[in-house]
């Protein structure tokens, strides 16, 4: 037997950590890297962070996972913190943000079946892309090192240039339901959506009745300098996708929605077994708790914003 226990998937360095110091990672033998990565987005209070920690372990000795056949209270509080400072009415937790982005697509092809217009499934997408790794993900990009080999993709995607307002409006027809795009592209290149182009999706979709999904797993979360990149733009979207940050290390995403886009979705239309459990929370609402002062927005405070290509914010 030649292969690793480990599904040979990633190309793994010669890093080996087993402990971690805020900024920093301690490998095998006791030796320090200071972590750029961060967990790929996610560690935003760093390795170790006390709060942090000790949210997880008080939250963990109490009630660490039940159905979500049962009541609430803290994915009920925190729900409202993220309503409060955010376009949403309405949250949705996953354990990733791919998860984030999937309940996303089915809340919006929900929406056009609700409003008795099933054909409308059609999702239009932008070229060079990142969802996550599941097939409808992967189905709403055109990078081949995502989709070589898991052919046939899922049906009802169609990928258009990012940036190109003409190619996005040509796109559109009687099958269409929405848009979903990153505000500002993460391994697209760290490129951000202009101001003319996110501000015409939003026209886009207020004239044909569709929805913009926003993907802001990367690039929300206070990583621009506002809670979400979709502030600097003066929109809102009509659905969001958010990961990463939120528990500061702990598995956790949301799909956020307007009361509107949410309508379909139902008692029985979705679901996780997973999502939203106690432990989850509790590192969610230490995460953002800690993090007031990194971010502008109603719930954060203030902080510098980012720079939008073609505007003046």
């Not at 996303?104 to 217009?117: P, V, W």
């Not at 090192?145 to 996005?168: I, S, W, Y």
């Not at 996110?198 to 993907?215: K, T």
């Given at each position: 037997m030649t292969i690793t226990p480990l599904m040979p998937v990633y190309p793994r360095c010669g890093v080996r950590p087993v402990r971690g110091e805020g900024a920093y990672l301690i490998g095998e033998q006791g030796e320090r890297y200071l972590d750029f990565a961060s967990g790929i987005a996610v560690n935003c209070l760093g390795h170790g962070h006390p709060a942090l920690v000790k949210a997880i372990s008080e939250q963990a000795?109490?009630?660490?996972?039940?159905?979500?056949?049962?009541?609430?209270?803290?994915?009920?509080?925190?729900?409202?913190?993220?309503?409060?400072?955010?376009?949403?009415?309405?949250?949705?937790?996953?354990?990733?943000?791919?998860?984030?982005?999937?309940?996303?697509?089915?809340?919006?092809?929900?929406?056009?079946?609700?409003?008795?217009?099933?054909?409308?499934?059609?999702?239009?997408?932008?070229?060079?892309?990142?969802?996550?790794?599941?097939?409808?993900?992967?189905?709403?990009t055109n990078q081949p090192?995502?989709?070589?080999?898991?052919?046939?993709?899922?049906?009802?995607?169609?990928?258009?240039?990012?940036?190109?307002?003409?190619?996005?409006q040509a796109a559109i027809d009687e099958n269409t339901a929405g848009f979903l795009v990153e505000p500002?592209?993460?391994?697209?290149?760290?490129?951000?959506?202009?101001?003319?182009?996110?501000?015409?999706?939003?026209?886009?979709?207020?004239?044909?009745?569709?929805?913009?999904?926003?993907?802001?797993?990367?690039?929300?979360?206070?990583?621009?300098g506002k809670m979400w990149a979709y502030e600097s733009y003066g929109i809102e979207p009509d659905i969001m996708a958010v990961a990463k940050g939120i528990g500061g290390g702990f598995p956790l995403g949301a799909c956020l929605a307007t009361e509107e886009a949410a309508k379909g979705m139902v008692i029985g239309t979705h679901g996780s077994t997973y999502g939203g459990n106690p432990l989850a929370m509790a590192s969610a609402k230490r995460c953002s708790m800690s993090s007031r002062s990194r971010a502008s927005s109603k719930m954060f405070g203030q902080w510098a914003s980012v720079s939008v290509p073609g505007s003046n914010r």
């Open positions: 000795a109490t009630l660490m996972h039940v159905s979500n056949l049962y009541g609430s209270p803290q994915g009920e509080h925190f729900a409202q913190r993220l309503v409060d400072c955010s376009f949403a009415d309405t949250v949705f937790f996953t354990n990733s943000g791919a998860e984030a982005v999937e309940c996303a697509l089915k809340t919006a092809r929900r929406y056009h079946y609700a409003n008795g217009a099933p054909q409308r499934h059609k999702i239009i997408s932008f070229g060079n892309a990142f969802h996550g790794r599941t097939l409808g993900t992967i189905s709403a090192k995502m989709r070589d080999g898991f052919e046939p993709l899922l049906p009802g995607f169609e990928v258009v240039p990012f940036n190109d307002l003409a190619a996005a500002i592209q993460g391994e697209g290149g760290i490129l951000p959506a202009t101001a003319e182009f996110l501000g015409g999706l939003r026209q886009l979709c207020d004239e044909h009745g569709l929805l913009l999904i926003l993907d802001e797993v990367q690039c929300g979360y206070a990583r621009t």
